[in-house]
């Protein structure tokens, strides 16, 4: 082996071994857990094969989470980036205040998810809300309207709510591409009298994109994940219609007794993941080469 | 030089004490009354103990309702358990399951003749030949409202359904709704649609042999009640939790709520008049024997070493006393309620200004609670499924069914039995 080869291994070999042990372990731990028949932490457990993934993709429990999980993570897409676009193009322009504004937009992204569920549980309650209130006064509805009452609008509103919470930092990370598109390009398309659309259309969305796609796996993987928000809002309710998969997993593990179940689960939802990340990342590889 | 002397006398003086604590038995009480003022109130009955008891040295740990359930089998499995832990009784079971409890009949027998416990607190910690925990304080459901606006509705309190059914529909004006009735898929729904179905004849789900009876006509009947009697609830009552409806009663915006208690709240956030708050049993099918849920919440033993046991009984034994047991309820004055005869009657618990204040309301609660229930404990008979069925929340799963999903009572009801029998598996 080069020397310069095995001075790269041995650089790289400190993070490996630490990602080995806190990932890695866990990862088999996991599998190995699957695989038996435990109920609750600390109890013993028969090596039961694969009987529990049997159990669990034949559970419609499961195949209803891993869908609202699809739409979770879809529509947080869609809204986060929206928002997230629409502030980072107004914040890459230069007008008064725009460093102020910079800081500040970051601010519903470091406020704890408790305090942000207090502060929306608060806003959408029909006793002392000020959202129910406004809509009946503009006259949008007559009664007051409940946010988490029914399937739909509950993850309708989760997803706002956690939108709201994670734009800030995508449209930082919007705004850090848009910052490297050169100005001489934008100046160029102007003396060629190419309209703000055109700009938008033929300089920055392109050059942003691969910033975006980046976003879209991290973003993915971040949203697929989160369980604080909606666990504390509806609690996968009414009626499971919030109930995704990492809410299934806590529920089957720690309200169900059944650990080696929601092992199996997550070890499902890992590979989900992991092919999610392969699939995107060749994505990105290929139009970085193009 | 004379620093060194002094250093030397306190050396001299500390090291009796340190001795002391080397050989004190050390017991550690693991509980979930986190909020600060109840760590507190806690402490100081802990520090009067071990004052008192020099050869015993008792520490607290406040955990989370939340994380408890898992953290407890994982910690003894490691060594590194409690020697005391609170409990309501679906806990239990679990810990019961993996080995972990042995039986403090003897213990409770000899409490009992001293204090007289409340017979349903001790019912439902009692199974399988043992008493698995010894009852501390007790929580019951009851029905609130305010008797100016029930006065001012021409609105008597109901003591049947089809009463309670009449004055939520005659409440539910201007904005307010008549009665606040969670409908979440959490434990305080579990609390609320069992109150009822207590008072509709349908308050075992098991039967003898331990196959469940949950599916018959009494609970379909008190599903079709309660689902009826939700319609004047608020919209976002789907979401609720204990909070929520405290707060629709304090801001006036629910006529009626059930609830442990509201006394605290009433009289922090709202108008704080005594005079003017009502307590009154759940109300019953046809008018009979109110009944309720009730949450005897107890303390189980789980030192394996006999030191340590002897200690933590020793300590368990000077809570139950009347001069300290008032000022351990009254961590949260008007909501933790005495399971001990001897403990109703305490100075130190009437002495409470709070509880001086509403006393008329804390006479009711207590009487309430006589009739106390907890569906899974009500026959002496009681089947580890109950921990599942309780923590998934399958008797308010089924009532979203009914409310959000729009099955029908009899439809839901069979489909909560199916998801008992899968969870008990």
């Not at chain 2, 925990?133 to 609130?144: D, G, K, R, T």
């Not at chain 2, 949950?214 to 008190?222: K, L, M, R, S």
Request: glycine share 6%; with cysteine.
């Amino acid at each position: 082996m080069p020397q310069s080869k095995a001075l790269a291994f041995a650089l790289v070999a400190p993070a490996l071994l630490f990602l080995a042990a806190t990932l890695g372990w866990p990862l088999v731990q996991a599998v190995q857990l699957s695989l038996q028949d435990v109920r609750v932490i600390g109890a013993p457990g028969n090596f039961v094969g694969l009987d529990n993934y049997e159990r669990v993709l034949a559970n419609p429990a499961f195949w209803s989470a891993a869908r609202l999980s699809l739409v979770w993570v879809v529509a947080n897409a869609v809204l986060q980036t929206a928002l997230a676009l629409a502030v980072a193009l107004v914040l890459n322009e230069k007008f008064p205040g725009v460093r102020i504004a910079r800081t500040w937009v970051i601010l519903t992204w470091i406020v704890p998810t408790v305090v942000v569920v207090v502060i929306w549980r608060w806003l959408f309650s029909t006793s002392g809300g000020m959202i129910n209130p406004l809509l009946i006064q503009a006259g949008i509805v007559e009664r007051p309207v409940g946010f988490f009452a029914t399937p739909w609008t509950a993850l309708a509103t989760l997803v706002f709510i956690n939108s709201w919470r994670w734009f800030p930092f995508i449209a930082l990370m919007m705004l850090a591409g848009l910052t490297r598109i050169p100005d001489e390009l934008y100046e160029a398309a102007r003396i060629d009298g190419a309209s703000p659309w055109q700009r938008f259309r033929r300089i920055t969305w392109p050059l942003l994109a691969p910033t975006l796609g980046v976003l879209a796996v991290i973003g993915t993987l971040l949203s697929f994940n989160v369980f604080d928000i909606i666990w504390l809002l509806t609690s996968g309710g009414p009626a499971g219609g919030s109930r995704t998969l990492p809410v299934l997993i806590y529920e089957t593990a720690f309200k169900g007794y059944r650990l080696s179940e929601a092992a199996t689960i997550s070890v499902l939802a890992t590979l989900m993941l992991m092919a999610f990340a392969i699939v995107a990342t060749r994505a990105l590889d290929r139009s970085d080469d193009r | 030089m004379k620093n060194i002397l002094k250093l030397a006398l306190a050396t001299t003086m500390l090291m009796p004490a340190a001795a002391l604590a080397q050989d004190a038995v050390e017991v550690t009480l693991w509980h979930m009354e986190q909020p600060p003022h109840r760590v507190a109130r806690v402490q100081e009955l802990i520090d009067a103990f071990n004052a008192a008891n020099p050869g015993i040295v008792v520490k607290q740990e406040p955990q989370n309702w939340g994380e408890v359930y898992a953290k407890t089998p994982a910690a003894l499995a490691a060594g590194q358990g409690p020697d005391m832990l609170f409990a309501i009784p679906d806990f239990t079971p679990i810990l019961k399951d993996i080995g972990a409890l042995t039986s403090v009949e003897d213990f409770v027998k000899e409490l009992d003749e001293k204090h007289d416990f409340v017979d349903s607190t001790v019912e439902a910690y009692s199974y399988d030949g043992g008493v698995w925990a010894v009852p501390l304080y007790n929580m019951a459901m009851n029905l609130w409202y305010r008797k100016s606006v029930l006065e001012a509705a021409g609105v008597e309190v109901p003591t049947t359904w089809d009463e309670w059914r009449a004055a939520a529909e005659k409440l539910s004006v201007d904005g307010v709704s008549g009665m606040g009735l969670p409908a979440n898929k959490q434990l305080y729904t579990d609390q609320t649609v069992y109150s009822v179905m207590v008072n509709g004849g349908a308050t075992e789900i098991y039967n003898e042999d331990g196959t469940l009876r949950f599916d018959n006509p009494e609970t379909v009947g008190a599903y079709e009640f309660y689902t009826d009697l939700h319609q004047f609830s608020p919209a976002d009552s789907t979401s609720w939790t204990w909070g929520e409806a405290e707060a629709c009663f304090s801001s006036q915006t629910c006529a009626m709520v059930m609830q442990f208690s509201v006394i605290a709240t009433y009289d922090t956030q709202a108008e704080g008049d005594a005079s003017d708050l009502g307590v009154a049993a759940i109300p019953s099918k046809d008018g009979g024997e109110h009944n309720t849920i009730s949450y005897a919440n107890a303390v189980m033993l789980l030192s394996t070493d006999e030191a340590k046991m002897e200690a933590s009984k020793k300590f368990v034994s000077f809570l139950l006393e009347p001069e300290n047991y008032g000022r351990f309820l009254n961590m949260e004055p008007g909501l933790f309620m005495p399971v001990t005869a001897d403990g109703a009657e305490a100075e130190t618990f009437w002495s409470d200004p709070m509880v001086e204040k509403y006393r008329e309301q804390i006479e009711t609660v207590i009487e309430n609670s006589q009739n106390g229930r907890l569906f899974g404990f009500t026959s002496g008979r009681t089947f580890p499924s109950i921990a599942a069925i309780s923590a998934q929340n399958i008797i308010a799963e089924t009532l979203q069914s009914i409310v959000v999903s729009g099955q029908s009572a009899a439809e839901a009801v069979a489909a909560g039995q199916a998801r008992m029998e899968e969870v008990a598996q």
